[in-house]
Structures are given as structure tokens and as C-alpha cells.
């Protein structure tokens, strides 16, 4: 009888001692799989922590103004809502050159940004306007007379700011307004004046946009 109590115990001795080794195991391989995890863990917050610490940074594309070529036209594709072009065209302005704004809007919200020698011409199908000597009003369908008067009133080394691309392209067939470019293209290399037309990437499909990039000077900023 002792024999086999002796025996028994023995038993649960052994058993006991493989069940703490074996949780010895798991804990030590436990350990082991999450040693890296709290790693990654503590350069995360260490990283976050510099952080907030650190001053912000302003982020975004940066856009430089793009340059204007002599004696041609320059359609921008703008995907951001600034208008970097505005500086060109001031500073070529401020040279004395003669400039001619074309815009969709009333020439008198954005006169102010416009200084020196400039006319502009407000692409509106009304003709109820108070008529002043810098300003002209043409129907924004009649594409034959605003390159009239954009002739008329340019001259040789001027510049044409061409404000309100998509509402003419709304108001034409694509064709007339491919047609016009062209146009006022051979216009600007005939008689010395640069043109540039801003349009929004986004507002101007994609199959216009791979005529107007394949067809014309163009940047898309």
C-alpha cells in the first residue's frame, strides 16, 4: 500500500512539474510574440508625442506662377482654387504693357486688382450696362466679335487675361470654341500679344482637355 501511494505521488509530482514547464513555455513564447508589438507600440507614441511638440506644418502642392510666352496663347488647367497666373499678369502690367481682362464677372469687383493701361471686355448676354470707356460687353456666343474686339483693343506686346473659359465653353459648340482658340492663337503670333486662358480641371471634360493640351501651349498646375 505504501508502494503504490509512493507511486502515485510520484506521478503527481511529475505531472505538476511538466505543467509548470510547460507554462513556463507559454508565458516565455508569449513574450516572445509580443515583444515586437510593444516595440512598434512605444516608437509609435514616442513618435506621437514628437508630434505634438513639433510646429505645425502648412501642407498642400506648392504652384509657382507659371510663365507667360511672348507672342502666344497659354491655356492653364488649375486644379487648386488659387490663381498664381494674377501675379504674372499684374507684373507684366505694372511694365506698361497694355492688358485686356476678359471676364464672366462685373468689371467692377475685379478693376481694382488690374492696374495700368487695361480695357476689359464682360462676356454677358445682357446689354442693359452703363457704358464706359474701358469696357466693353459682347454675348459670350458671339465668338467672331470678342476676337474683334480683343484686336481692337489689344496691342503689340500686350496681354490677354481670358477669365470665364467654361461658361463660354457652355454657351458654344465645342468645335466654335476649338475654332476661336486657334484663332486668337494666330492672332496673338500676328500681331505680338501673349493670351492666357485659365480653366478648371475639373469643370472642363477630360476629352476637351486632351484637345486643348494637344492643340495649344498648356500647363496643368
Known amino acids: 500500500m505504501n508502494m503504490e501511494a509512493e507511486t502515485i505521488l510520484l506521478i503527481c509530482a511529475l505531472g505538476?512539474?511538466?505543467?509548470?514547464?510547460?507554462?513556463?513555455?507559454?508565458?516565455?513564447?508569449?513574450?516572445?510574440?509580443?515583444?515586437?508589438?510593444?516595440?512598434?507600440?512605444?516608437?509609435?507614441?514616442?513618435?506621437?508625442?514628437?508630434?505634438?511638440?513639433?510646429?505645425?506644418?502648412?501642407?498642400?502642392?506648392?504652384?509657382?506662377?507659371?510663365?507667360?510666352?511672348?507672342?502666344?496663347?497659354?491655356?492653364?488647367l488649375h486644379k487648386e482654387n488659387r490663381k498664381p497666373w494674377v501675379k504674372a499678369v499684374t507684373s507684366k502690367l505694372s511694365e506698361g504693357r497694355r492688358g485686356v481682362i476678359v471676364t464672366v464677372k462685373d468689371p467692377d469687383t475685379i478693376r481694382s486688382r488690374y492696374r495700368g493701361d487695361v480695357r476689359f471686355i464682360w462676356l454677358d448676354r445682357s446689354t442693359a450696362h452703363g457704358l464706359k470707356e474701358d469696357l466693353t460687353v459682347v454675348n459670350p456666343t458671339n465668338l467672331s466679335k470678342l476676337l474683334q474686339e480683343i484686336e481692337y483693343a489689344i496691342e503689340p506686346e500686350g496681354l490677354v487675361l481670358f477669365n470665364g473659359f467654361e461658361e463660354v465653353l457652355g454657351a458654344n459648340e465645342t468645335s466654335r470654341v476649338i475654332r476661336f482658340l486657334r484663332m486668337l492663337n494666330d492672332s496673338c503670333s500676328k500681331k505680338g500679344y501673349s493670351s492666357i486662358i485659365p480653366a478648371s480641371y475639373r469643370a472642363v471634360p477630360q476629352r476637351i482637355r486632351v484637345q486643348l493640351t494637344e492643340s495649344f501651349e498648356s500647363v496643368v498646375i
Request: hydrophobic share 35%; charged share 30%.
Open 16 to 76: 505538476l512539474i511538466l505543467l509548470v514547464a510547460y507554462l513556463i513555455y507559454r508565458i516565455n513564447s508569449y513574450k516572445k510574440r509580443i515583444a515586437p508589438i510593444r516595440h512598434i507600440s512605444t516608437e509609435i507614441s514616442t513618435m506621437d508625442r514628437e508630434h505634438r511638440r513639433s510646429p505645425k506644418k502648412k501642407t498642400g502642392p506648392s504652384i509657382d506662377t507659371p510663365a507667360i510666352p511672348e507672342n502666344e496663347l497659354l491655356v492653364i
